[in-house]
Each structure stands twice: as C-alpha cells, then as structure tokens.
C-alpha cells in the first residue's frame, strides 16, 4: 500500500464533509421517467445536479474546501482557473464564507458567465485562452495575494465534497446495480467511487465519456494517463483530461468507461429535457446515452443511478433546434 | 346552505383521492430558488407538476376519476374533448386502467399532441376548431359509445384528484403564508382551495391569471360568470373560463386574483428555465410574473407555495429565442 492510498478521503471525512456543507446546498430530488426506463429497458434514477445551487453539484467540493480552510488562509483567499462551472461554486462558496475568491478566466469565456462569477463577488482575471496563459496569471495572483488554490478536481477536499453526491444517492436509493457519473477531470467520478465503496460497496462505479474525449477511457487501458482531447465533443464539460488523482482513484475503483457518440449524445440530451421536463447541460446526457447506444456491460434489466451533473447551458443555442425548425 | 355546498369534497374525499392515486403518480418535489427570493423579496416554494406524470397535474383528476368508476362504467369507456394536458392524462389514465379513451381533438392540435394521445391507446376523433363542432362531436361518441364524459375541469372527481397537488404541498410545508396557483377552468385553483381550508386553513389561496385572459378576475368581480377572452395570451393552459362548479367554489374559498402582463410572463417563465433548470409551460410563470409585478396583496417577506402546473411545451418555439438571438 503506497502513502497516497493511505490519504485518500475515507468514510468519515466523506460523512463529515456531508454534514459541513449540508446547510448550504440543495438535497437534490431523483427522478425517474417510464419512458426512458421503456427505452434502455432499465430502471434508471435521476439525481438532479443540475438543480443544485449554482446550477451544478462543482458547490459540493468547493464548499467542502472552503468550511476546511484555516482562519488563515480564508484571510488570504482562494483562486481558481476556470470558465466553467467550478468558477461559479468557488466565487459563491468564497461570497458565502466572506472569503475573497480570485477567478482566472480565458478572454472568450461567455459573458454571462463573466457576469455569474463578478455577481458573486469575486475578482476576475482575463488571460489569454490557452492552459499555459491561465497557468502563467494563475500563478502570478497567488504569489500576489498568497491565495489558496482550488483545482477544478484534482484536489482531496474537492474530490471528498463531490463524493458526498453519491452518500445522498445511496441514503435514498439502497439497491443500486449500477452507478453512471460523467467523466471530464474525474473529480465526481472518483468521489462518487469511494462514497460507493463505503455506503454501497455492491454497486458497480461506471464512467461515461463521450467517443471524441475518450482520454479516460484509453488511459484505464493503457495505465498511463493520456492528454485531453481536441475540444470538438459538444459536451464541454468533459474535454479536460484526468488529474494524477482522480487517475489514481478511477484506476483502482471503478469497473469501466462507457462511450457515447456525438449523435446519441444529443439524443440523450434532446429526450431528457422532453421527457423530464428539466434543464441539463449535454456533459449530462452522456450517460443515457452509453445506455441508448448499449455500450455499458450487462445493463439490461438493472437498477442504474444517473448523475445529472449540471444546467448551465446557453437556452439560445441548443442543438437540436435547427433540425426540429425544419419540422 | 345550499345542497351544492353539501357535495363539495370533502376532506375525507381528498384523503381517499390521494391514497388511491398514490401508486400512479410522481410525489414530485418542491425547489427553491434563492435568487428568485431576491428578486421577489419573500420565500418562494416551487412544487413541480412539471415533473409530474405525463408532464401536468392534470393525471391527478384524470386518475382519481378512472379509478372511481364503476366496474360498467369502465367497460363503457371514457371520453373527453381536449388539446392539452387533460387530454394526455385521460389517454394515459385510460391506458393504465385497461379503460378505452375517446378523445376528440381539433384537427389544428399540434401533431406532437396528437400523437402522445395516441400513444397512449386513445382512440382520438377529429373536428373543426370551434367550441360547437368539439361539443357536436363529443356528443356523437358518447351516444354511440356509452363512454363516461370526464370535464377537464367541472367535475367534482376531477377537482378533488387536483385537490391532492395543495395536500402534499401541506405536508411538506407547514407554515405557508399564501398559495399562488394558475387559473384557467378552475380545476386546480378550486381543488387547491378546499385543500388549503382543511389542510392549512391560515394560507391564503390566490389565483393568478393573465391580465389578457381576466375572466376569472371580472366574474369574481361582478359575481357573474365572465365568457372566455379571445385566445390571445402566451399562458395558453389559461384561455379557458370557469365552471359553474369551479366558480362557486372559488367565490367563497379564494381570497384574490392577481394579474400579469404578456411581458412579465414571458420574463417569470425565462426567468425559471434559467434560474431553476427545469421546463415549464407559460400557463407556470404566471403566478411568479403577478408577484414580479407587485400584484398580490401583502406578499412581502411571506411564505408563498406556487404551483407549476405543466412542462409540455414546444422546444423550438420559446418566446424569447428571437430576442437571445440578437444579443
């Protein structure tokens, strides 16, 4: 057993971030929905991240890391590189512990998720859009401020607070087969890994990553991790690649990567706004569609639990929207 | 008292109604929304029928009906004119119950409505899009057929299953201040009303209803009952008039109905796709768009549960893609 196996997050520090962040977040509901069980000829449960405060379960970790930080460091801040939704959950936990929170963003970055994160209270850097630039200013604002950095998900109290999305599954849910989390950096799927090992450990941990981002998928196979992608899936929440944690933690406890294609991707997303009648972005359809597409092994007939991982999407811009026009 | 007053349901009949409908139906969750408090400035409770079986809490009247009749009645068939959700839910609650649905429907109805009828085992008969040639038609089928006609809103079986929506709001909330629910026929607002005066008699129940569609405002005004405005608002759920049932129920048992502008539900509706990730149909924004709008008597800094009644509504065809669009 190596050092770092000894430091992973465990059953109490999982439990205890739980009870930590539990009065700032929403207990997301888990929904199901007969005609998409008729479809994958499976019993699926929902659990709607999505409708998580900041529009994503990125507020369980970054909440979890803020209630650890000493008076000390909350003093001197947090910071953070990210256009995404990890931006957002750092400048809001940072807003609700007085906490100033420092936000590295690429110069193309949407402007309403300029403005999410500058309404949250945080400072804003732009950078040019390329991971050496964020890097470079990163680094310059943290020796500047001695600001503590939060990584999007290669960080055991990020990882700790997403496990504590699954602990909820399992409180809910006792008879789980299976458990499908989208894949990107691996924060939620490591932590949805090891929350399974502790509270249902007969559940089977399955990653779901999209064809054209299959960094994760060919880094299990080959036990070396692999470069992220070209950004080209639609799901862009999933074109960064494993951290040397979460790599860690996938190798070692989950069972497999499913793949999805571009086309069932959108299905997915197109068929759970329709018939679930909620908001999600396309990283989230990723698991129903390795199902749609029959590429999880021996599903059929089982009990499987879906991370809706988040909502924050352009309503402007869907993709299938050209395609239903000419209807 | 009058012997109409007599056949109210009653709280038992509410309790009956939901114990039988239980098994059929989602206890769909209730979500809140901190921005939204903000902006409103009171505590608002969102209970999702939009996530409700078939997409509406229009499957609780439907259900509750089917599964009263009697065994000769469900051999006979039932049957209903409807374009929207009540056609759906009848269909639907048909199809679990092994009871033949007659539904007659304009033959303007969108092709997506046709065929969720017709998915669900309906048989479906096409008219003119006019009130008199639905009636004609409906009329002719039930003659011929014995089928037993189920009123989208004017029937105490269907008032009483909507009942059920305000039960478990009750049970979930204690202390609610008001109750803000859509009105269109009444069904639900009449239903939530006798749920409120034995469930939770200190909240006060207030309808909301688009200022282009005051029917329900100016019958309580005047103590007549107002015919339907021309079809012109977006909350298209809303465009019908009250019952007579509905209405006598809604006289004595609801304290107020507040108005909203075209433009503020536009605004509420985008506002809770954006905020709260979940669909809703225009009829839902409603109520949120009369509080934007200062309409309702002392709300500030209450306790206010809202209704959302429905998610079937068009992806392609959202009131503000134009306006996205040009940003």
Redesign the interface.
């Given at each position: 057993m190596t050092p770092t196996i000894l430091s992973l997050p465990n059953l109490n520090q999982i439990a205890t971030a739980h009870r930590l962040i539990q009065p700032y977040i929403?207990r997301t509901?888990i929904?199901?929905c007969?005609t998409l069980n008729r479809m994958v000829g499976a019993q699926l449960f929902f659990k709607c991240e999505?409708?998580q405060?900041i529009?994503a379960f990125k507020i369980r970790g970054a909440m979890n890391t803020v209630l650890t930080l000493t008076e000390a460091e909350k003093q001197r801040g947090i910071g953070t590189h990210s256009s995404g939704n990890h931006a957002q959950a750092i400048a809001y936990a940072g807003q609700l512990q007085n906490i100033q929170a420092h936000i590295v963003m690429p110069n193309n970055s949407p402007q309403v998720k300029k403005d999410a994160v500058q309404n949250y209270g945080a400072k804003v850097y732009f950078c040019e859009p390329t991971f050496e630039a964020r890097q470079a200013k990163m680094q310059e604002i943290l020796q500047k401020t001695g600001a503590e950095f939060v990584h999007p998900y290669d960080d055991y109290r990020v990882i700790t607070g997403q496990a504590t999305c699954a602990k909820e599954i399992y409180e809910d849910l006792e008879d789980l087969d299976l458990l499908l989390v989208p894949i990107g950096g691996g924060g939620l799927l490591s932590g949805s890994a090891l929350a399974t090992q502790h509270f249902s450990p007969h559940t089977k941990v399955i990653g779901a990553e999209p064809a054209l981002a299959n960094d994760a998928y060919e880094s299990l196979q080959t036990g070396i991790r692999h470069p992220p992608k070209p950004p080209v899936t639609i799901a862009d929440g999933l074109r960064t690649s494993l951290g040397e944690k979460t790599f860690e933690i996938i190798r070692d406890h989950v069972s497999e990567i499913a793949l999805a294609s571009e086309e069932n991707i959108i299905r997915a997303m197109?068929l759970i706004?329709?018939r679930?009648?909620?908001?999600?972005e396309p990283s989230c359809a990723v698991p129903l569609a390795t199902l749609l597409e029959g590429n999880v092994s021996n599903f059929k007939g089982k009990k499987i639990g879906i991370i809706l991982t988040g909502?924050n999407v352009d309503?402007?811009n869907?993709p299938?929207?050209s395609s239903?026009?000419q209807?």
């Amino acid at each position: 057993m190596t050092p770092t196996i000894l430091s992973l997050p465990n059953l109490n520090q999982i439990a205890t971030a739980h009870r930590l962040i539990q009065p700032y977040i929403h207990r997301t509901p888990i929904l199901t929905c007969e005609t998409l069980n008729r479809m994958v000829g499976a019993q699926l449960f929902f659990k709607c991240e999505n409708l998580q405060k900041i529009g994503a379960f990125k507020i369980r970790g970054a909440m979890n890391t803020v209630l650890t930080l000493t008076e000390a460091e909350k003093q001197r801040g947090i910071g953070t590189h990210s256009s995404g939704n990890h931006a957002q959950a750092i400048a809001y936990a940072g807003q609700l512990q007085n906490i100033q929170a420092h936000i590295v963003m690429p110069n193309n970055s949407p402007q309403v998720k300029k403005d999410a994160v500058q309404n949250y209270g945080a400072k804003v850097y732009f950078c040019e859009p390329t991971f050496e630039a964020r890097q470079a200013k990163m680094q310059e604002i943290l020796q500047k401020t001695g600001a503590e950095f939060v990584h999007p998900y290669d960080d055991y109290r990020v990882i700790t607070g997403q496990a504590t999305c699954a602990k909820e599954i399992y409180e809910d849910l006792e008879d789980l087969d299976l458990l499908l989390v989208p894949i990107g950096g691996g924060g939620l799927l490591s932590g949805s890994a090891l929350a399974t090992q502790h509270f249902s450990p007969h559940t089977k941990v399955i990653g779901a990553e999209p064809a054209l981002a299959n960094d994760a998928y060919e880094s299990l196979q080959t036990g070396i991790r692999h470069p992220p992608k070209p950004p080209v899936t639609i799901a862009d929440g999933l074109r960064t690649s494993l951290g040397e944690k979460t790599f860690e933690i996938i190798r070692d406890h989950v069972s497999e990567i499913a793949l999805a294609s571009e086309e069932n991707i959108i299905r997915a997303m197109r068929l759970i706004w329709e018939r679930m009648k909620i908001i999600i972005e396309p990283s989230c359809a990723v698991p129903l569609a390795t199902l749609l597409e029959g590429n999880v092994s021996n599903f059929k007939g089982k009990k499987i639990g879906i991370i809706l991982t988040g909502g924050n999407v352009d309503l402007a811009n869907l993709p299938w929207l050209s395609s239903l026009n000419q209807q």
